[in-house]
């Protein structure tokens, strides 16, 4: 056995802890230069609250800006251009409130601000622009999660999208965890039910891909076990009733462990199709990976069986099953689930057309796809979608 194991320094967790932002931020610096992942959150005064609360607490804030949509290259570059007009530097840390949009931002404004050898974050993304290393270490960063999903705030990443050309790519660096993270479920409980239903299958996703990864690892394994057998119950029951604790608190955490997994263990085919989905067809990232997820658990049953019947014992241990039968129960649970929270079983419900297939494919072959147990070829993926329509 040989791996390395990277999470955030510091994880509070806790119904209403959110109060206690002011003292918990202390310790990242003097002044919080403040990003938001949704306008909600200035309409409903938890940005004013948090300044507010860390005022209370000797920590002078500016609200930088919000996005509203997976940030994008520009984003970043005029975000990080704020960041320099308000002198951000030593002494300063960020924080990054909202899903995974604004976390994602924050993480990559906190790197862009320290990292000078280019003014646009395209020259550090993998794969695309001039393959530059973040050689600084980022700014401090506490990552507030509102919504239970991508997990972004426990992970090394931030996905950065453009559309012409077309690319969704990672930049990436172990020292791109968040310092601290706050989670607090009771954030989550103005979600909507549609966006709850996505974020939530994103987070099972990503537990699910983690555990049966080419590059699966025993702490992560442990964490997706627990992640799912939280995840699993509640997440219909979060979707129905959003004002439930019980729910909320199962589905914010499964999404900060399902964040810890992907961070060391990587993931799988719905995540690498999600990326080509989201910038071929707009399709939200959660959305995508609720698609996928099906489909991508057949797939890789031939290869997986043991790990999907390991998974179904733990979640459902009252029940007899051989092997083969709990692994087939784990898929039928998924498209059950899928369909009690109005997820479609196909693509072509989602305005994908055939001629966008090979493009889709084309673009599917990033670092998530580089982790799915079984190599898929072209054909293979390109038959796999055609299904799907
Ligand atoms: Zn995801």
């Not at 990242?28 to 860390?54: F, Q, T």
């Not at 891909?209 to 509640?234: D, F, H, T």
């Not at 989905?277 to 049953?301: D, E, Q, Y």
């Not at 083969?324 to 305005?351: F, K």
Request: charged share 20%; glycine share 8%; net charge negative.
């Amino acid at each position: 056995m040989n791996y390395n194991f990277f999470s955030p320094q510091q994880i509070c967790f806790g119904w209403d802890r959110f109060q206690e932002v002011g003292p918990l931020a202390t310790s990242l610096g003097k002044r919080a230069l403040i990003i938001g992942g949704s306008r909600s959150l200035e309409s409903n005064g938890v940005i004013e609250e948090l300044k507010r609360l860390l005022l209370r607490s000797n920590i002078e804030s500016e609200f930088v800006r919000t996005i509203s949509n997976e940030p994008e290259v520009a984003d970043v570059d005029q975000t990080t251009n704020l960041l320099h007009h308000l002198g951000a530097g030593a002494g300063d840390f960020l924080i990054g409130i909202g899903g995974g949009s604004g976390i994602d931002l924050a993480k990559a404004c906190a790197a862009m601000i320290t990292n000078w050898e280019s003014d646009t974050v395209l020259d550090y993304l993998e794969g695309v622009g001039k393959g530059l290393q973040l050689k600084q270490a980022p700014l401090p960063l506490l990552a507030i999660p509102t919504t239970a999903g991508t997990g972004s705030e426990a992970t090394k990443n931030a996905v950065i999208s453009s559309y012409s050309p077309a690319f969704k790519k990672s930049l990436r660096a172990d020292e791109m965890i968040p310092n601290l993270v706050l989670c607090d479920p009771k954030l989550a409980c103005s979600v909507p039910p549609e966006i709850t239903a996505r974020t939530g299958m994103d987070a099972i996703t990503q537990l699910l891909e983690s555990y049966i990864s080419c590059r699966a690892q025993p702490i992560p394994q442990a964490l997706c076990l627990q992640g799912l057998k939280l995840a699993l119950p509640a997440l219909a029951e979060a979707v129905e009733d959003g004002s439930s604790r019980n729910a909320r608190e199962s589905m914010a955490h499964a999404a900060l462990l399902s964040g810890i997994a992907l961070a060391n263990s990587g993931l799988g085919m719905a995540h690498g199709v999600a990326p080509a989905l989201g910038i071929h067809c707009r399709i939200s990232h959660g959305l995508a990976c609720a698609v996928m997820l099906p489909a991508t658990l057949k797939t890789n049953l031939s290869v997986r069986q043991k790990e999907y019947a390991e998974i179904t014992r733990f979640i459902a241990p009252e029940r007899s099953f051989t092997e083969a039968e709990a692994a087939q129960y784990l898929i039928e649970h998924i498209e059950t689930l899928n369909d009690r929270i109005n997820i479609p079983r196909n693509l072509s419900s989602l305005g994908v057309t055939q001629a966008q297939i090979p493009d889709l494919v084309a673009s599917s072959r990033g670092n998530s796809m580089s982790g799915n147990p079984r190599e898929l070829s072209d054909a293979e993926l390109t038959q796999i979608l055609e299904d799907l329509l």
